[in-house]
């Protein structure tokens, strides 16, 4: 494979900025442009060594470097490779890759450090996808989880999981060919056994992720209710500082304004919407046609009321919209006395928290409500978890062939015709750690992260 090489660090200026050379050439490669102050030469030392000294264009120095050996199959990528610490200019690291690139490396293409790990059997699909959750984990729970799933825990779930199924659908396809000999595996029981074992497994990591998606990507939520009865406020409180334009003419936030907020572990992608209420004014209109629209896409409703002041047709208009919803009903300027129908309100949502957005009271249990509803507390970072959408549909996949295969047995389908299910379930499972994923998959995957990586 080609040597390739790429800043290894953010585009930004820092302390130190590391271009990271890999491929059959890399410490070739990089002997051509550092020389060391005692100098050896990075071909004569073993992985993982240091030597100090200079990158050098002809016969001047550019920067001190740092170079660090490491020797294949002992690198991230599997292949020998090599890190250039210089200083964190964006002029000098570009300098350097240039030199990099004219002692005869190529430009890395996005992911490619890391597909190349892949390809080289260092971690699976499900571990190259995990080192995005750990670059954008917000959190320690994130952080912890997509650690673990690093580690290789998501990945021997799935392994141990795909190998039971593989056992049972060996011994039913023995037992095919020859009905008459006695293959344990394929006994009725051992096969709806291992069948069900592994759907509750399956279910299991479903389930984490339902509840691990607020702390790992975030949940939608919007926040709504009536013009001026503390929404932007409520919003700047969550966020920590003035994003919305706070007011007391009704109708201020006209438009939808986003924010993203962490409670705790927990992220929300706040949207501030326009009140709801009836008007005669087009941009308002238009504005309260978005806020419907966010409020029936939100996976959270914040649905805010004025507690000074009884409960109005719009009000009673998105209590409707909330019910059956994931919505917490946020009773605000409670310093101006309680003049609502909260009662009424709890007909319609059941969590209710009051509070005074203006200085912050109730905030904390407000809090504690959205981690309750969002399961939070149930999610188990030890476990490694299905790090995205794409892990998530192998999983849901794998399982509804299982529950198909359930049903095959239930209803007395032959072993035969259910081995088709299993099958099917063990072929999601391997493309989930990459194991038997297409090659447009695996493509897919690393067009997503940055370059250097
Ligand atoms: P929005 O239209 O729902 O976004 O409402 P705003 O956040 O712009 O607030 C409208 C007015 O209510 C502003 O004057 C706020 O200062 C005031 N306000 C917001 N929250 C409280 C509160 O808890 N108590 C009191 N007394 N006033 C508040």
Redo the contacts with the bound molecule.
């Keep these: 494979m080609s040597t390739n090489a790429a800043i290894a660090t953010p585009n930004a200026s820092g302390g130190i900025g590391v271009i990271r050379i890999s491929g059959d050439d890399a410490i070739s490669v990089a002997d051509k442009v550092f020389r060391a102050i005692s100098e050896k030469k990075l071909c004569d030392i073993k992985g993982y060594t240091a030597l100090f000294g200079h990158i050098h264009e002809n016969e001047s120095a550019v920067d001190e470097c740092v170079a660090l050996v490491f020797r294949a199959p002992k690198s991230y990528t599997g292949e020998d490779v090599v890190e250039l610490s210089c200083h964190g200019g964006l002029f000098v690291t570009q300098k350097v890759l240039r030199l990099v690139f004219a002692a005869g490396a190529v430009p890395a293409q996005p992911g490619e450090f890391t597909k190349r790990a892949f390809l080289n059997g260092k971690i699976d699909l499900a571990q190259a996808e995990s080192v995005m959750n750990i670059i954008s984990a917000h959190g320690q729970q994130a952080l912890s989880a997509a650690s673990n799933t690093l580690d290789g825990k998501l990945s021997e779930k799935i392994a141990g999981i795909a190998a039971s199924l593989t056992n049972v659908a060996a011994g039913i396809a023995v037992w095919t060919d020859d009905p008459d000999e006695d293959v344990p595996q394929a006994h009725e029981e051992n096969v709806y056994e291992v069948v069900k074992n592994a759907l509750n497994e399956l279910n299991k990591l479903i389930k984490n992720f339902d509840s691990g998606k607020a702390i790992t990507q975030g949940v939608p939520t919007a926040i709504c209710?009536?013009?001026?009865?503390?929404?932007?406020?409520?919003m700047n409180q969550l966020a920590g500082y003035d994003k919305?334009?706070?007011?007391?003419i009704?109708?201020?936030?006209r438009d939808v304004v986003e924010e993203t907020v962490r409670l705790g572990d927990i992220v929300l992608h706040l949207a501030?919407t326009a009140?709801i209420r009836e008007s005669d004014d087009i941009v308002e209109s238009i504005g309260i046609d978005r806020t419907m629209k966010k409020l029936d896409s939100a996976s959270l409703v914040l649905a805010?009321f004025d507690s000074s002041q009884p409960l109005d047709s719009n009000d009673i208009d998105l209590l409707e919209r909330c019910k059956g919803r994931k919505a917490v009903a946020i009773i605000?300027?409670?310093?101006?006395g309680i003049n609502t129908d909260v009662e009424k309100i709890r007909e319609y949502i059941s969590d209710t928290v009051m509070?005074?957005?203006?200085?912050g009271d109730g905030i904390e249990e407000l809090k504690a409500i959205i981690e309750k509803l969002l399961g939070t507390a149930e999610f188990d970072t030890s476990a490694g978890i299905l790090a995205n959408e794409r892990q998530y549909a192998c999983c849901t996949s794998a399982a509804e062939s299982l529950n198909e295969a359930i049903t095959g047995l239930e209803i007395g389908v032959t072993l035969d015709a259910m081995n088709v299910s299993i099958d099917y379930a063990v072929e999601k499972l391997l493309e989930l750690t990459g194991e038997k994923a297409r090659e447009a998959v695996v493509n897919e995957v690393f067009s997503k992260f940055c370059v250097g990586k």
């Design positions: 209710g009536h013009p001026n009865v503390g929404k932007s406020t409520l919305s334009i706070v007011t007391d009704a109708g201020t936030t501030d009140g805010v605000n300027k409670t310093d101006l509070i005074s957005a203006a200085n």
